[in-house]
């Protein structure tokens, strides 16, 4: 039962960093297609 509780949480950690990574790479591709800073700043 121990093990089948770890599995789950681990597997909701990997799901989540899942979903922030892919919301990066999507902001990441869209930027590079219209120009622009990643993260709404002004690097100059």
């Known amino acids: 039962m121990k093990l089948t509780a770890s599995r ?3 597997l909701l950690i990997i799901i ?7 919301r990066l790479v999507v ?4 930027n590079l297609l219209l120009g622009g ?3 709404g700043g002004n690097f100059l």
């Open 8 to 10: 789950i949480v681990i």
């Open 16 to 22: 989540i960093a899942g979903l922030v990574l892919g």
């Open 27 to 30: 902001r990441f591709v869209m």
């Open 37 to 39: 800073t990643l993260f």
